[in-house]
């Protein structure tokens, strides 16, 4: 009858076996900018002496391997540490996890050198024994760019070009668009639709009484508006003194107004609207009768315009006495001078009168119009 053997228990796991060769080649783990001597090391990973218990407690870290040769350092950056155990004599098991090619690339071209002879260690770096192949090793482990076809080149190449001519072409239009603008555009410092305007005045002073009057209303001439009572129980009669449109109310109804004061604005029959500009004197002398303007209204109309009189205001030597007068340049009448700009009268109403609008009139010379007249 055989004896049945008793198998003990398995108290300790084997150590796992090692995929690459250890070297004893000097070199050096450097973490948070401290170095620690390598006992040995290979692709897989290193034994490191005098480690820290904190870092093996944490387990992982990144360090740098350095490799000492007699004039140089081979570094090999950024590697990424496993600590598995510490060793019977003092040093600490590493290993290497997530190697890119290019670090396994580099510390394999140093194990090679070290054994074909080409390298040989010393008691703490590494002497080149042939430097031309060390040298020859290390350029040919430097990653080469992917091989590309024909066409694939091709196209490279064509995006290249594209892609720098549209960013030229995008910086020459934006240096026109900018000479343009800065140089042969003129801005008005304010503009506003304006017509000839008649203004019905108060006889005397009073409340004013009017019957049923609004913005927009059509009148005849004499015709009966209302009345104004004076406190000496003393009324005049508001009559109309032309036919046309009320433009704008300038009292309200059973308010008080002097003798003299505004209470409506009436635009004839017939009355023909246009824009009225103020410009600097210097910009006043690159405009011309007869220049086209671009007006803009705020609700998003255009209209081409032309220029049918320019006002000259006071002499330059007044506005350069008056340019030290701490208040708005626009409010300086010396400052400016005044622009009448005729525009299409289709698409105006009376409630346009008064209204502020943009103008942009282009001064750009004939001989450049084929270069910049295309901007927007």
């Known amino acids: 009858m055989e004896e049945k053997k008793e198998v003990g228990k398995v108290k300790y796991r084997a150590e796992p076996k090692r995929h690459f060769p250890r070297y004893r080649i000097p070199a050096y783990i450097e973490i948070d900018g401290k170095r620690y001597k390598l006992k040995d090391w290979s692709l897989g990973g290193c034994a490191i002496y005098d480690l820290p218990d904190e870092y093996f407690e ?44 290019e670090q ?80 042969f555009t003129v801005l008005p410092l304010s503009s506003f639709v304006d017509t000839d305007l008649v203004v019905l005045r108060t006889p005397i002073t009073g409340v004013v009484q009017l019957d049923n ?10 015709q009966l508006l209302g009345s104004v009572l004076s406190p000496y129980r003393i009324s005049a009669v508001l009559k109309s003194p032309i036919s046309g449109k009320v433009a704008a109310l300038y009292v309200k109804n059973h308010e008080i107004a002097k003798e003299g004061d505004p209470i409506l604005g009436i635009v004839p029959e017939g009355a023909k609207f246009f824009v009225r500009s103020n410009i600097f004197h210097k910009d006043a002398e690159k405009v011309r009768l007869g220049q086209t303007a671009k007006v803009i209204f705020p609700d998003g109309r255009e209209f081409e315009g032309r220029i049918v009189k320019i006002s000259s205001g006071p002499k330059k030597a007044l506005a350069q006495l008056h340019s030290s007068t701490p208040v ?49």
């Open 58 to 101: 944490k387990r992982w870290a990144v360090g740098n391997l350095i490799i000492p040769f007699d004039t140089f350092e081979v570094i090999v950056k950024d590697l990424k540490l496993e600590f598995l155990r510490r060793n019977p004599d003092g040093t600490v098991g590493c290993r290497f996890t997530e190697l890119n090619p």
């Open 104 to 183: 396994i690339s580099l510390m394999q071209d140093v194990i090679e050198a070290y054994l074909e002879g080409s390298i040989v260690s010393l008691d703490e770096f590494i002497n080149v024994v042939r430097r031309e192949d060390l040298r020859e090793a290390l350029e040919a482990s430097r990653p080469t760019p992917p091989k590309r076809s024909g066409i694939q080149e091709t196209l490279r190449r064509i995006f290249i070009l594209l892609t720098f001519l549209l960013f030229s072409a995008t910086l020459i239009i934006f240096l026109l668009e900018a000479l343009k603008v800065r140089v």
């Open 213 to 222: 009057v609004k913005s927009g209303d059509e009148l005849k001439a004499g």
């Open 328 to 376: 708005p340049v626009y409010t300086n009448p010396w400052e400016y001078d005044s622009l009448k700009i005729e525009i299409p009268q289709n698409s105006l109403t009376v409630s346009d009168v008064g209204k502020t609008v943009v103008v942009k009139i282009d001064v750009i010379p004939r001989y450049l119009k084929p270069l910049l007249g295309w901007l927007p």
